[in-house]
Antibody
Framework: EVQLVESGGGLVKPGGSLRLSCAASGFTFSSYSMNWVRQAPGKGLEWVSS????????YYADSVKGRFTISRDNAKNSLYLQMNSLRAEDTAVYYC?????????WGQGTLVTVSS | DIQMTQSPSSLSASVGDRVTITCRASQGIRNDLGWYQQKPGKAPKRLIYAASSLQSGVPSRFSGSGSGTEFTLTISSLQPEDFATYYC?????????FGQGTKVEIK
C-alpha cells in the first residue's frame, strides 16, 4: 500500500524557518517525481514545488521561489521542503503528492502556521 | 504561466441532478488535466486523469471530457456523498495550476 506521511509542521514566527518531511512507502520512491501542494485555511489548492526522480529538475511557484527549497533522499524514501523567510501568507496545510500517470497519491497534510 | 478558470465557483443541486463543472485553460494543454474531489479536512482525491480517463475505483457517474483549452467534469446523477469541492489541475507546463474550485452544495 502506498503511503505518504508528512511531518514537521507547526507554529513559527514571521521570518522564521521550518523543514517539512514526507516519508514515502509502498512504491519505488526513486522512480517518481514528487510534489508539494498547499492549501491556506478556507482557500483553494496551490502548487508549491516539484522535483524529478533524480533531482535533476526542480520547479517552484513564483510565490515561494528564493525562499523554499525542495529536495529528496532516495535512499531514505523521503521528500523535504525547507521553508525560509516565512510569511503569514505561507500559513497552510502542506501536502506531498505523487501524481502522475494512472495513479495519484497524497499525504494527509501537515499544518504550518506563521504568526507572531 | 498557464491560468485555469473554473466555473461556477459554487452550485446548489439535489440528489439525482446532473452537474457540470467547466475549466478553461489560458493556452492549449492537450489533455494534461485532472479533476479532484476534496471533502473538508481531507486530502484531494483524483477522479479523472488525462481529461477523460476514470480513476480506478471511482464511480462511473463521474466523467470528464475536453481537450486543448476547454474541459468539463460531469456527475450524471448526484449522490449524497458527492457534496464536496471539486478542482481541476493542469500539468502541461513545468508548473501545475489548479482551478479556483467549485463547491457543490445541497439544495
Amino acid at each position: 500500500e502506498v503511503q505518504l506521511v508528512e511531518s514537521g509542521g507547526g507554529l513559527v514566527k514571521p521570518g522564521g524557518s521550518l523543514r517539512l518531511s514526507c516519508a514515502a512507502s509502498g512504491f519505488t520512491f526513486s522512480s517518481y517525481s514528487m510534489n508539494w501542494v498547499r492549501q491556506a485555511p478556507g482557500k483553494g489548492l496551490e502548487w508549491v514545488s516539484s522535483i524529478s526522480s533524480s533531482s535533476s529538475y526542480i520547479y517552484y511557484a513564483d510565490s515561494v521561489k528564493g525562499r523554499f527549497t525542495i529536495s529528496r533522499d532516495n535512499a531514505k524514501n523521503s521528500l523535504y521542503l525547507q521553508m525560509n523567510s516565512l510569511r503569514a501568507e505561507d500559513t497552510a496545510v502542506y501536502y506531498c503528492a505523487r501524481d502522475s500517470g494512472t495513479n495519484s497519491y497524497w499525504g494527509q497534510g501537515t499544518l504550518v502556521t506563521v504568526s507572531s | 504561466d498557464i491560468q485555469m478558470t473554473q466555473s461556477p465557483s459554487s452550485l446548489s443541486a439535489s440528489v439525482g441532478d446532473r452537474v457540470t463543472i467547466t475549466c478553461r485553460a489560458s493556452q492549449g494543454i492537450r489533455n494534461d488535466l485532472g479533476w479532484y474531489q476534496q471533502k473538508p479536512g481531507k486530502a484531494p482525491k483524483r477522479l479523472i486523469y488525462a481529461a477523460s480517463s476514470l480513476q480506478s475505483g471511482v464511480p462511473s457517474r463521474f466523467s470528464g471530457s475536453g481537450s486543448g483549452t476547454e474541459f468539463t467534469l460531469t456527475i450524471s446523477s448526484l449522490q449524497p456523498e458527492d457534496f464536496a469541492t471539486y478542482y481541476c489541475l493542469q500539468h502541461n507546463s513545468y508548473s501545475w495550476t489548479f482551478g479556483q474550485g467549485t463547491k457543490v452544495e445541497i439544495k
